[in-house]
Structure formats: structure tokens, C-alpha cells
């Protein structure tokens, strides 16, 4: 275990200058066109690591709408994840419990499609349809 915390140290002792040097502006910049932003990577990995904690039987820290905002997709751009879009959730479970969350809509690139999945404790049975309307402002633009 030592030589992966030496190795983790200093690659952060590398990284540290580079990340000091960013501002919230270069979570929207697509390295490439068509490619996820930085801020959506790290949304992902942030809705990532509430999954494991969930798998751990500890709470989520990140707020639920990222679970659709940062779920996998075909969208171009996080930015075409906005507007009407319909979604639906179905779950069921005693003890350990799991669902299965789908999303879809219409952006300026084409139809969207994506979804994901959830594992934690619980007991019963239960689903959603339904629609949502998203919108990004200058804040919330990743």
C-alpha cells in the first residue's frame, strides 16, 4: 500500500500548480469539439463516488438532480441537457435495493438518451414517469 500512496502524492504534488492556475470558466471548455467538459467529468465522478458510497451503506453528498445532470448519454454537450425531457424510474428490493432510471428529450444536436442506476438498502417497490424541465444558468453551466 506504501508505493501507491508515494505514487498518489506525487501526482497530486505535480497536479497541484496546474489546477491553481484554473477557474470556474474551464469547467465548460470542451478540449474538443463534442467531447464531455472538465465539469462534467468531475460531476460524473462526484455522482460516481455517491454510488460507491451508497454500495458502502453511507448517504449521498451530491444533490439528486446530478444523478440525471452527470448520468451517462449520447448528448453532444451537457449543455443539451436542457429543456423538457421525459424520465422514468422503476426500483424494487428487500434488504439491498437497486432502480433503473432512464431519461430522454430533444436538443439541438439530436435526440438524448441515457440513464442510470442506483443500489442501496432498502424495502418494497415502487416507479416514476413523468417530465422535467432543466435550464442552465451561468452558475450551473459545467
Known amino acids: 500500500m506504501q508505493p501507491t500512496v508515494e505514487a498518489s502524492t506525487y501526482l497530486l504534488a505535480l497536479a497541484e500548480p496546474i489546477f491553481t492556475q484554473l477557474d470556474d470558466s474551464h469547467g465548460a471548455l470542451e478540449p474538443m469539439p463534442g467531447a464531455k467538459t472538465a465539469g462534467w467529468l468531475v460531476g460524473h465522478l462526484a455522482v460516481s463516488g455517491d454510488f460507491a458510497r451508497r454500495l458502502c451503506g453511507r448517504p449521498p453528498l451530491c444533490p439528486a438532480i446530478w444523478r440525471t445532470a452527470f448520468a451517462p448519454s449520447n448528448a453532444a454537450t451537457v449543455c443539451d441537457l436542457k429543456g423538457p425531457f421525459t424520465n422514468g424510474s422503476v426500483g424494487a428490493g428487500a434488504g439491498i435495493a437497486g432502480s433503473i432510471d432512464v431519461f430522454s428529450g430533444n436538443s439541438d444536436h439530436g ?32
Open 111 to 142: 435526440w438524448v438518451t441515457g440513464g442510470g442506476f442506483t443500489v442501496g438498502a432498502g424495502l418494497g417497490a415502487g416507479g416514476f414517469a413523468g417530465g422535467t424541465w432543466t435550464s442552465l444558468g451561468p452558475v450551473l453551466h459545467v
